[in-house]
Every structure is written in structure tokens, then in C-alpha cells.
């Protein structure tokens, strides 16, 4: 079998695999769940290459992304429940719908039909998901009953913060600036305190959620994903960390064989380095 650019190759190779008696015996065994992180995994090596802005590697790392697609839709054509084309129907149908005024008539294409179009749009879809489930005797919600329960679990933890707090803000739970916010946070800090003096394990961890809910908060009324700006601070302190390390190789020692004080001067060192480039 050659490669192709046809995705139809894809499928082909992904079917092979998960042949019963030729396949591979390790994707035979695979199902959605043990599947599943690897998808997640994939999603964020994606995300990693564009902010290194490495594009051969984007496409590759692209390439793996897509491969999960074809994984689960060969996995569900398995059990007889939907196949790659109904996966790829479903989702051109749902962006020609959501885009009325790139796909639609002249009317539906004016700036005004396309303002608040969406969303009004995706609870339609909302709805009608409903009441389909109804009809196969489904429970009717997807996700839970309640009105944050759309939010996927899965999300990574401050990503999903911060989608249930823009939820949250859609019926007026929200404060209208960010200042008030700082007073929460002050008070999550006080109540992570008095958690840490009664030495209550389970409330230390409550807490310092709380904590970092707020913050999460805070970033949104600053226009900051909470995310994004932790994935900044962890490349920085790789960054830093790795010049530390470099200057004790310099001088013929390690990490293991260097104090706290001296890694701490040397911290000192490359962010005084840091600030002077940055000018």
C-alpha cells in the first residue's frame, strides 16, 4: 500500500489495521476510551508546534491529529454506528447552517442577520439534538440537566474555569469589572490560610482550588486566557532554568552539586539578563 494525499488512503490503512484476523493486534484492542487520551495528546502537540512556529512539524503533528479522527470513526463503523463520511457530512451540514450569510441568499448575508446569527442558531440545533434523543428514548440532555453541564469534562481544568464562568456570565452570574475580583481573591487567600493552620488536608486542596478559580476569573475580565498565560510562564521557567544549568556547566559543576542560594543567584542573573534585552 502507498501513501497518498487522498484521504480516502487513510481510511483504508485505518480499516487494515483494525482488521480482525490481519490487523494489528494492539489497534484491534484499542476502544474509544483507551483511545481517547491519545486524541487529547495529539491536540496539544498540535497547539505545541504553532507556538514554536514549526510548520513541518505542524504538519505532521496534524497528520497524527487527523489520524485520531479516522481511529474513532473506523472504531464506530466497527460497532455499526456511524463511518468517516457521516462524520464529515455532519460537520460541513452544521458550518453551512452556522454561516447563513457566507452560504445563504443576499438577505441572510447582511450584516445584520449574521450579528447574534450563532448563537441563535446553535440552540436551534440544541433543540433539535433534544428532541431526536427523545425519539430513540435517550435521555434528552447530552451532558446533564443542569445549565453548565454542556461544558466537557474533558477540557483541561483551566480551560474548563474559565468556559463555565463565560457560561455563567451569559445569565448575569458574572461581576462587571475586574476589580471586585481582586477583593475574592484576597479572601480565597485568607481561607487557604486558615485551611493550612487547622492542617486540613482536604480543605488545603479545596481551597487552593478556589484560589486558582479566581485567578481564572480575574484573567477573563483581563482579556487573559488562564491557559495560555501558564503555558507562557512554563516555557519561561524551562527557559531560565536551562541558562542556570548552563552556567553551572561552565564552570565544571551540576545541578546536583550547586546550593539553593548559588541556583538562586543565578536565577537572579538571567532575569537581569532578560529585562536588559527586553529593554
Request: glycine share 8%.
Amino acid at each position: 500500500m502507498k501513501p497518498s494525499q487522498d484521504i480516502s488512503r487513510l481510511i483504508e490503512i485505518m480499516a487494515a489495521l483494525r482488521a480482525p484476523v490481519t490487523g494489528c493486534p494492539w489497534d484491534i484492542e484499542q476502544n474509544f476510551q483507551t483511545i481517547a487520551p491519545y486524541t487529547i495528546e495529539e491536540a496539544y502537540e498540535v497547539a505545541d508546534a504553532i507556538a514554536r512556529g514549526d510548520f513541518d512539524d505542524l504538519r505532521d503533528e496534524l497528520g497524527d491529529l487527523l489520524l485520531q479522527v479516522v481511529y474513532h470513526a473506523q472504531m464506530a463503523e466497527d460497532e455499526g454506528r456511524f463511518a468517516f463520511g457521516d462524520v464529515v457530512e455532519a460537520i460541513t451540514k452544521k458550518m453551512i447552517r452556522r454561516h447563513p450569510h457566507v452560504f445563504g441568499d443576499a438577505e441572510a448575508r447582511s450584516a445584520g442577520m449574521a450579528k447574534g446569527m450563532w448563537e441563535k442558531i446553535k440552540a436551534e440545533e440544541k433543540a433539535e439534538k433534544r428532541q431526536s434523543r427523545i425519539a430513540q428514548g435517550l435521555d434528552p440532555e447530552d451532558h446533564g440537566k443542569g445549565f453548565l453541564d454542556g461544558v466537557p469534562v474533558a477540557l483541561p481544568s483551566l480551560t474548563r474555569a474559565l468556559k463555565l464562568q463565560e457560561r455563567a456570565a451569559r445569565v448575569g452570574f458574572d461581576w462587571g469589572e475586574a476589580a471586585p475580583i481582586f477583593d475574592k481573591i484576597e479572601e480565597e487567600i485568607g481561607e487557604l490560610r486558615e485551611a493550612l493552620a487547622a492542617g486540613d488536608t482536604a480543605s488545603i486542596k479545596g481551597e487552593f482550588g478556589d484560589v486558582l478559580f479566581a485567578l481564572v476569573n480575574l484573567g477573563r475580565h483581563l482579556n487573559i486566557d488562564s491557559e495560555a498565560a501558564i503555558s507562557g510562564t512554563n516555557e519561561k521557567f524551562r527557559r531560565r532554568f536551562h541558562q542556570v544549568e548552563q552556567m553551572l556547566e561552565t564552570t565544571g559543576r551540576s545541578l546536583d552539586e550547586a546550593s539553593l542560594e548559588e541556583m538562586e543567584e543565578l536565577w537572579r542573573e538571567v532575569k537581569r539578563a532578560e529585562k536588559q534585552t527586553d529593554g
